[in-house]
């Protein structure tokens, strides 16, 4: 069952309204530059600085902990990155230009990489040097700009918003995780779609742009690949796209026609989980110097480690686990059942995040009340909160809230197996080595939480 919350009068007129979406995004591009400009000229010391506490803490509360989970890629749909490219490509920052022509080069991104490896990819470089990106303000500024200069430089040259299809390294996470969401933007009526020739909602029109994620919204299956913009709600003249509520974590239902490198994201996301939890907040301290000590002997093998349990050991330990229930069938391929089981990875991966992120966030939150007043850390006092001292938000019951997220993930993760082992005519047992891998994380995300 899903309720299509787009068909009431008012949401639909805000929605189909240029001036929310615009005016968002405006306000998340003002506190990205504000984040770059002290990050470049404010205090190095990071519990101080507006760069470090905005961007890693507060708004990485607000992405994992509330976003992603209850409303999927509606942060896509007013992220600053790709703003300024897309207004260059556009002519215009709110009312489209009569034919919705973009001013670009309009190349296609090459077949070979129409994928989310790449968006792996740079999720791995940015994780890998996260103990240094997470806390140097300069390092979180030169991040953010390179990430904008780089999107600037593919809508002049690519057509639409590849930057965010297919380079973004926090657009893939989202994408992936936002298939848990109670949220989607589908169809009402796909014949509608079927008996419309001119495709408005993907070419465009005079009412605005064809889809910048270079979606056919006819064909949307589930959440990774549309960005929530909205555009193909102004430019469908069928009134037939609607943004619905469902049942959560429906796109994973469908647990065939699963990608390899969707796989990849979750053993990925998994693997940095783990490494997160251990590094940043667990009682290690020489691993937190080391992984800061870039360049070093010490360092250099954290980055081997890192890239280790990535790419190899908890794939590898993932194959072994689909390998090690299933028969050999001609019709069914190992990567194939690979990537078809990896769907227990997104419940599993996401819940390990979010457990992460409680910890983390409400520990350092209170940060963020004395850097709303001095956000350069140059002395000011502009809102009087500056005075407002660090003090861990209620630090005994974080435990008592990852406990059960993290068994809510595990359990969700189970009945996708179960599903699948199904839906492939396998009994049950040929579940049970994934289920033995998704119980093994959890128990030790566990025992990291409550050692």
Same mark, same amino acid.
């Given at each position: 069952?899903?309720?299509?919350?787009?068909?009431t009068?008012?949401?639909?007129?805000?929605?189909?309204?240029?001036?929310l979406?615009?005016?968002? %995004?405006?306000?998340t591009?003002l506190?990205?530059?504000?984040?770059?400009?002290a990050?470049?000229?404010?205090t190095?010391?990071?519990?101080?600085?507006? &760069?470090?506490?905005?961007?890693?803490? !507060?708004?990485?509360?607000?992405l994992i902990?509330?976003?992603?989970p209850?409303?999927?890629?509606?942060?896509? &749909?007013?992220c600053?990155?790709?703003?300024?490219?897309?207004?260059?490509?556009?002519?215009?920052?709110v009312?489209?230009?009569p034919?919705?022509?973009?001013?670009?080069?309009?190349?296609?991104?090459?077949?070979?990489?129409?994928?989310?490896?790449?968006?792996?990819?740079?999720?791995?470089g940015?994780?890998?040097f996260?103990?240094?990106?997470?806390?140097?303000?300069?390092?979180?500024?030169l991040?953010?700009?390179?990430?904008?200069?780089v999107a600037?430089?593919?809508?002049?040259?690519?057509?639409?918003? %590849?930057? *965010?299809?297919y380079?973004?390294?926090?657009?893939g996470?989202?994408?992936?995780?936002?298939? !848990?969401?109670?949220?989607?933007l589908?169809?009402?009526?796909?014949?509608?779609?079927?008996?419309?020739t001119?495709?408005?909602?993907?070419? &465009?029109s005079?009412?605005g742009?064809?889809?910048?994620?270079?979606?056919f919204?006819?064909?949307?299956?589930?959440?990774?690949?549309?960005?929530?913009?909205?555009e193909?709600?102004?430019?469908?003249t069928r009134?037939?796209?609607?943004?619905f509520v469902?049942?959560p974590?429906?796109?994973?239902?469908?647990?065939?026609?699963?990608?390899?490198?969707?796989?990849?994201?979750?053993?990925?996301?998994?693997?940095c989980?783990?490494?997160?939890?251990?590094?940043?907040?667990?009682?290690?301290?020489v691993?937190?110097?080391t992984?800061?000590?870039?360049?070093?002997?010490g360092?250099?093998?954290?980055?081997?480690?890192?890239l280790?349990?990535n790419?190899?050991?908890?794939?590898?330990?993932?194959?072994?686990?689909?390998?090690?229930?299933?028969?050999?069938?001609p019709?069914?391929?190992?990567?194939?059942?690979f990537?078809?089981?990896?769907?227990?990875?997104?419940?599993?991966?996401?819940?390990?995040? !979010?457990?992460?992120?409680?910890?983390?966030v409400?520990?350092?939150?209170?940060y963020?009340?004395?850097?709303?007043?001095d956000?350069l850390?140059?002395?000011?006092?502009?809102?009087?909160t500056?005075?407002?001292?660090?003090?861990p938000?209620?630090?005994?019951?974080?435990p008592y809230?990852?406990v059960?997220?993290?068994?809510?993930?595990?359990?969700a993760?189970l009945?996708?197996a179960?599903?699948?082992?199904?839906?492939?005519?396998?009994?049950p047992?040929?579940?049970?080595? !994934?289920?033995?891998? *998704?119980?093994?994380?959890?128990?030790?995300?566990?025992?990291?939480?409550?050692?």
């Open positions: 069952m899903r309720y299509a919350i787009s068909e009068p008012v949401i639909k007129r805000v929605l189909r309204s240029r001036w979406q615009w005016s968002l %995004t405006a306000l591009l506190f990205f530059v504000l984040a770059i400009i990050g470049l000229a404010g190095p010391a990071g519990n101080r600085n507006f &760069g470090i506490v905005f961007v890693w803490i !507060v708004w990485w509360a607000l902990l509330l976003l992603v209850f409303a999927g890629r509606l942060w896509c &749909g007013v600053p990155i790709p703003a300024p490219g897309e207004w260059l490509q556009r002519r215009a920052l009312q489209p230009r034919g919705g022509k973009l001013y670009t080069l309009s190349k296609q991104w090459p077949r070979a990489f129409r994928n989310i490896w790449l968006q792996n990819a740079g999720f791995l940015v994780a890998l996260s103990s240094i990106i997470l806390t140097t303000p300069m390092a979180t500024a991040v953010l700009l390179g990430f904008m200069i600037i430089g593919t809508s002049l040259v690519f057509e639409r918003r %590849t930057f *965010c299809r380079l973004c390294p926090v657009g996470f989202i994408g992936l995780y936002s298939q !848990v969401a109670p949220l989607e589908r169809v009402k009526d796909t014949a509608v779609c079927a008996s419309h001119e495709k408005t909602c993907y070419t &465009g005079d009412a742009y064809g889809c910048p994620w270079l979606v919204p006819g064909g949307l299956t589930n959440n990774t690949t549309c960005g929530l913009c909205t193909c709600l102004k430019t469908c009134d037939n796209i609607a943004i469902r049942q974590g429906a796109d994973l239902l469908k647990t065939t026609g699963h990608k390899l490198d969707e796989a990849y994201k979750g053993l990925i996301m998994l693997a989980g783990f490494i997160y939890s251990t590094v940043l907040i667990g009682p290690w301290g691993l937190k110097e992984a800061r000590a870039v360049g070093t002997p360092w250099f093998a954290y980055a081997g480690i890192f280790a349990l790419l190899a050991v908890f794939p590898g330990l993932f194959w072994l686990a689909v390998r090690a229930g299933s028969i050999p069938n019709k069914y391929p190992m990567s194939r059942l990537a078809d089981y990896a769907a227990v990875l997104v419940p599993l991966g996401l819940t390990a995040w !979010v457990a992460f992120s409680l910890s983390f409400l520990i350092n939150f209170s963020a009340w004395s850097v709303l007043s956000p850390g140059w002395g000011w006092n502009l809102l009087g500056v005075g407002l001292k660090w003090t938000y209620i630090p005994g019951l974080v809230l990852q059960p997220v993290l068994l809510l993930g595990l359990t993760a009945a996708l179960l599903r699948t082992a199904r839906q492939y005519g396998q009994s047992w040929a579940a049970t080595p !994934v289920a033995i891998f *998704c119980a093994a994380a959890t128990l030790g995300l566990l025992g990291l939480y409550l050692a």
